[in-house]
Each structure stands twice: as structure tokens, then as C-alpha cells.
């Protein structure tokens, strides 16, 4: 047992029983390094990464290795979840090095955290080009012994190099509409029309992108924004990359086809895409974004809720396939013969054709990953549902995957967004209900006395690592959305002291922002990237909630700083748009107002002042507010001075500055909220 087994991090403790000598990320790892003089191996990961989990067993469990590494180097293990800072500050340096990056991220540091060498997997043999992980530990072994000036002369260019690339673009403007047309324009050529999406493969969901194209088409009424939106998500929906079984997407497909996942599963992808097609079907009413948002929202809440309300980071790709050996996909794929088993011959061939199972497989050893072909012909629909049901009970009883239990405050963030719209919009309460029990938990383990959060927290214990900026934006977000939709202002005074922190630890004095705060860890680099990957960046979330903040308070101070933060958007939007998705989309609502909506009744429970509320919550206008109460209601500074018509319910909408007459019907209320 290492010094990894008193941590919280699943990641962590997948690796403390190696017998590598690990240590945990801080002071006293780089302390012991300068000690012994010895370089540092810094090897970053997360519970869910397939390729870690095969670099662990071929060399970390490996004696030899161990021995060699525990003689040579102080070896310290980052889970990148927890630590995103040190993540980003590493993985910039690998890019620059090698012009790639991945994980397991394998990183040599001199004692000074300073890098000298970079790689992500490396075999426990030569192959396909790569020398063995051996070979490259007796490398900088060497290196280290023989060439020190050499070694710390390259640590030292990487470091200034590094420093060199900080981002300065909050004195710009806001996008305008050249901007998103040209960001519209560059997503058109990347678009794959054939397979929906953009590039090739790997393709990974793009949902930020289509949250962009959703709010672009709303305001502009562009059918072609629309139609990529459509597609995409109708290609996902259909392909291997969602599980048509128990709901959920995994975190990219591995071909262009979306036939092919790579099977893990996370909270922060799922929360994201259970939004977009609940917003898809705001827009369409489209059947199929209807189910696949309301599948995947329960998947959320049966497979990743934990205990103590929150949500858990993901699930494996790999599982044990029923004989010993843990195999990715090994939980998803079917063969022809399993589905005999489990169906009987008829019921089998019916589910063959229905799921594109196949005699050779779409995966590997002929299984086969379930999807829904297009195809000609009606399929008897009670019958289909019998066969999912019985397909589902089946795989229940496999060996499931692992799954990351610690609670992440960004992804719940993005999880209570997700979850509070979807319970509004399909009449679901129970989903709403989840949204509200997540908020709680941050609210009550992960915000300190002075509303700092705690980046992440597990079985009901708060962990030791500070939040970044995608944690104060995220949670804001989700707050945000929650008080619009449970009309609960109290969620509005949390997304504005999280937001007050962004504005006094994260934005410096041109409204440039930084990822982690004025007062966090000093690294080598302050981390600061404004590109949205997995996840919105921080900084694009900050814009997006601090302008909804806003619409919500009048508030100058956020609304200016949420503009600063948008120049950078007008920088790469028209350049990279697959990579700055989000900051586009809140640009949208910048260029919409965004609009304000109060809807006041008599009293919370008053029918028609819900039927108006609903009608807010389902505009489409871009990244519209809503507030709701009774009237003299001092919840929302939205509802001030809105008083009943003619003793009804009524909608106020207003924007940049100038409102509409107040309206008691629903139609008109939709007319002015859609487009």
C-alpha cells in the first residue's frame, strides 16, 4: 500500500495497492524529489480512461518497473478530474512538445515541477514505432545523470515558452453578426452531411455546437443551422455512440459513423446532450429528441445518482466479460447467439435486424454494438418494446462497469441544468426534484462560509481540492436554471455569490479570465484556456452565466464583464467555431438582449400563471431569463413593480431596456418568446 491510499479519488485508489512508490500531487513529492536528486514522473489520468488502465497493468503492477522507477524517481499520480489546473498546465506542454496530447499523460519533471519530456502510453515492449515504457525511464534516467544542464536548459525554454502564451482579449468586443455568420459559415464546411457532425473520425458529440446552431436559428431563423443541429443529433441518437438499451451516450465513437463507441460513459456528456435534445425538441418537437432527452435524463438519475443526491463522474468502458478478464464494451455488445438466448430464434431475428446485429459484428470477436439502422419497413412497436425490456434484463445481470463515484462540482452543475429543464418541459417532476437534491448537496459539502466551492466530494465528504473557474461557472449555471424553472430565487442570491468570485479572484484587470483563482496553488503556469473541449471552458461558461446574471439583476458590473469575456469568442469563433461552441452560443444571447421574462399570479399555485411560466420556460428565444412568483413578490428583482392585469396572471418581456405591453395569453406570450 502507497501514499495514494488515503484518497478520495477512485483514480487514485485504482493505483494503491501498485507497487510503484506513488505519491500525490504537492510540496512534499517535489521536496523528496530535490532530496534525492532525482527526477519526478508525473502520470496523469481518470478512473474511466481505458488506456491508463492498460498502461497500470502492463507496467505500474509491474515489479521490475516499480523497482526501477522507486529507485530513479519520485512518481507522483494526478487524477485530471480532480485536478484539472495541473492537468491543463501539463497537457499544454505535451501539445507543444509533440503536437498531441492524451491520457494516461506521462510527464518528466525536474524537482522544480518544471517539464523536460513529454508522452502519453507508453508499451511495455517496443512496438508500432514507440519505444517501451523502459526504455524511456533508462532514457531520462541518463539524461538526468549525464546531460543535467542539458535537461534543465530545456526545462527552463518549455517554462518561458509556456509563460509566454497567456491570452489577452478582454478589451475586445463582443462577437457581432459578421462574427457568427462566419462561425456558421466555418461549422458548415466541417459538416459531415452524410453521417451528421463535423470531421472524421474519432467523432465526439458536439453538443455546445449545436447549442449554438439551436440558438442561432432561433434568432435568425437560418434553416440550415437547424437542419445540422437535426441531423447530428438524429445520426447520435441512431448510432452505437447511445446506448439503445438502457439510454445515455458514451464519450465519443471511435469511427465516423457513430456505429463504434468508446464505451465510457460520463456525467458531463450526458448532461449536455439531455439538454440539447430537450432544446431540440423546444425548437422541433421532434419525437425522437423528446425520448432520447427524457432516456437519457433517467439514465442520469438510476445509474450515476449517489447517495447523498449528487451525481457520480462515470462509468467504465470495461467490465468483465464473464470469464475473469475486464474487456472493453464487454457490458454492450451482443452477438447473434446472445440474443438467441435471451429472445428465442424469432424474437432474435427481429432484434438482428432492428439493432444492425450482424453474423460478423460491428464491434470485435462478432458482437455486435446495438444501434437503429434506417431501414424500410414498420416495426410492430409493442413488440420492440418487449424485446428492449427483456434485452435490458438481461444485461443486468452482466458484470457491470465500474463506476467513479466522486461528485464533480462543474458536471453537477451542468447535470441540475439539464435535469431542471427536462423535468419543466416534459411535466416531469421527479427530474426537477433531482436537479433541487444535487443543488442542495453542493450547497451543503462543496460552499465554504465565504461561498468558496470544493471542487469535488465523495460519500458525503468534501475533498481537499479548491474549485476552478468551470466549477463557479457550471454551478452558477445550474443555479440559474433552477431558479427559472422552480421559481425559487434563492438559487439566484448562490448563482450570484459564485459569480462574485468570478468577477474578484478569476478576471484580472483588461476582463481577461484565468482558470483558477488569484489565491489558488502557484504552478508553473497560470492556467488559461478559452476553448471549449469536453466540457465548456470556464471561461465561456463564466460568460454565459454572468450575462444571465445579468438579464436576471440589471447588474452593469456582470453584464460588462460577460461582454469582455466574449471578445476572445470573436477572436476564434469565425476561426476554430467546433472549439468555442459554447461562447458562441452565449454570444447569441447577447446579440437576443437576452430577453427578460416575470411572469406574476395571485399565488405560485395559480393555474394560469403556471400555464404562463410553462410558456416562458419553453421560448426559444436565446438564452432568455425567467422569473416567476406571486406578485409584490421580492424573489426575483424581475417581478418588482409587475402587477396583475385586471386581477390575472400576466408575462412581462422586455429587452435592452424597453418592454412589451404585459400579456394574460399564453399564445401571445410564445409569439414574442419564439423568434
Known amino acids: 500500500m502507497n501514499r495514494l491510499a488515503d484518497s478520495q479519488s477512485p483514480y487514485l485508489l485504482q493505483h494503491a495497492d501498485n507497487p510503484v512508490d506513488w ?63 495541473v492537468d491543463a498546465v501539463y497537457m499544454e506542454a505535451v501539445q507543444a512538445a509533440t503536437g498531441q496530447g492524451g491520457w494516461p499523460m506521462t510527464v518528466f519533471l525536474t524537482p522544480d515541477a518544471e517539464p523536460f519530456y513529454f508522452g502519453t502510453y507508453f508499451p511495455p515492449e517496443p512496438r508500432h514505432g514507440m519505444p517501451s515504457f523502459r526504455q524511456v525511464l533508462q532514457g531520462v534516467q541518463q539524461a538526468w545523470a549525464e546531460r543535467r544542464d542539458e535537461v534543465t536548459e530545456v526545462a527552463g525554454k518549455i517554462v518561458r515558452d509556456l509563460a509566454g502564451r497567456d491570452i489577452s482579449y478582454g478589451d475586445a468586443q463582443a462577437p457581432g453578426e459578421e462574427q457568427l455568420g462566419q462561425a456558421l459559415l466555418g461549422l458548415t464546411r466541417e459538416y459531415d452531411e452524410q453521417r451528421g457532425g463535423f470531421g472524421g473520425a474519432p467523432k465526439f458529440p458536439p453538443s455546445m455546437a449545436v447549442e449554438f446552431l439551436l440558438r442561432h436559428h432561433a434568432r435568425t431563423g437560418a434553416e440550415g443551422a437547424l437542419q445540422m443541429a437535426r441531423d447530428t443529433c438524429d445520426r447520435m441518437a441512431r448510432g452505437g455512440i447511445y446506448d439503445q438499451l438502457g439510454g445515455g451516450f458514451a464519450r465519443y465513437s471511435v469511427d465516423r459513423e457513430w456505429v463504434v463507441p468508446h464505451f465510457e460513459k460520463m456525467l458531463y456528456d450526458n448532461a449536455l446532450l439531455c439538454r440539447v435534445y430537450a432544446h431540440l425538441w423546444r425548437a422541433t418537437g421532434s419525437d425522437l429528441a423528446r425520448r432520447v432527452a427524457l432516456e437519457t435524463a433517467d439514465f442520469m438519475v438510476r445509474e450515476l445518482r449517489t447517495a447523498e443526491g449528487g451525481f457520480a463522474s462515470a462509468l467504465d468502458a470495461d467490465s468483465d466479460d464473464g470469464t475473469g478478464r475486464h474487456v472493453e464494451g464487454a457490458y454492450y455488445v451482443w452477438t447473434p447467439a446472445q440474443l438467441t438466448e435471451v429472445l428465442g430464434a424469432e424474437d432474435a431475428g427481429l432484434a438482428a435486424q432492428y439493432f444492425g446485429v450482424t453474423e460478423e459484428g460491428t464491434f470485435e470477436h462478432g458482437a455486435s454494438v446495438l444501434q437503429l439502422p434506417q431501414q424500410e419497413g414498420v416495426f410492430d412497436a409493442a413488440r420492440i418494446a418487449s424485446v428492449r425490456e427483456r434485452l435490458l434484463a438481461a444485461r443486468d445481470g452482466r458484470s457491470a462497469p465500474g463506476r467513479d463515484d466522486k461528485v464533480v462540482a462543474a458536471w453537477n452543475g451542468l447535470a441540475i441544468a439539464a435535469l431542471a429543464e427536462t423535468g419543466a418541459y416534459f411535466e416531469r417532476p421527479d427530474l426537477v426534484e433531482a436537479a433541487v437534491a444535487a443543488a442542495d448537496l453542493l450547497v451543503r459539502l462543496h460552499l465554504d462560509e465565504q461561498v468558496r466551492l470544493t471542487r469535488t466530494s465523495k460519500d458525503g ?94 447588474s452593469e458590473p456582470h453584464r460588462t464583464a460577460a461582454e469582455h469575456a466574449l471578445g476572445v469568442v470573436k477572436a476564434l469563433g469565425p476561426r476554430v467555431p467546433r472549439f468555442v461552441g459554447w461562447g458562441l452560443a452565449a454570444a447569441e444571447a447577447l446579440l437576443d438582449g437576452p430577453r427578460e421574462v416575470a411572469v406574476v399570479g395571485p399565488d405560485a399555485a395559480d393555474a394560469a400563471a403556471r400555464g404562463l411560466h410553462r410558456t416562458a420556460l419553453l421560448g426559444t428565444a436565446p438564452g432568455a431569463v425567467v422569473a416567476f412568483g406571486a406578485e409584490g413578490g421580492d424573489e426575483f428583482p424581475l417581478l418588482a413593480d409587475r402587477p396583475l392585469v385586471g386581477g390575472a396572471a400576466a408575462a412581462y418581456v422586455c429587452r435592452n431596456f424597453t418592454c412589451d405591453a404585459p400579456t394574460t395569453d399564453p399564445e401571445r406570450l410564445r409569439a414574442a418568446l419564439n423568434g
Open 461 to 554: 465528504r468534501a475533498g481537499a481540492n479548491a474549485g476552478v473557474l468551470e466549477d463557479y461557472a457550471d454551478v452558477a449555471e445550474g443555479f440559474l436554471a433552477l431558479a427559472s424553472v422552480t421559481g425559487e430565487g434563492v438559487w439566484l442570491d448562490f448563482a450570484g455569490f459564485l459569480l462574485d468570485h468570478v468577477l474578484t479572484r478569476f478576471t484580472d484587470a483588461s476582463g481577461s479570465l484565468y482558470d483558477t483563482a488569484s489565491d489558488a496553488e502557484h504552478l508553473i503556469r497560470r492556467p488559461q484556456d478559452p476553448t471549449d473541449n469536453a466540457t465548456p471552458s470556464g471561461w465561456s461558461a463564466a460568460a454565459n452565466a454572468l450575462l444571465s446574471y445579468a438579464a436576471h439583476t440589471g
Open 23 to 85: 505519491w500525490p500531487w504537492g510540496e512534499e513529492a517535489m521536496a523528496e524529489a530535490g532530496r534525492r536528486d532525482v527526477p519526478v514522473l508525473l502520470s496523469v489520468g481518470y478512473s474511466a480512461c481505458h488506456w491508463c488502465h492498460v498502461m497500470a497493468h502492463e507496467s505500474f503492477e509491474d515489479e521490475a518497473t516499480a523497482t526501477y522507477l522507486n529507485s530513479h524517481f519520485v512518481s507522483v499520480k494526478v487524477d485530471r478530474e480532480e485536478r484539472p489546473d
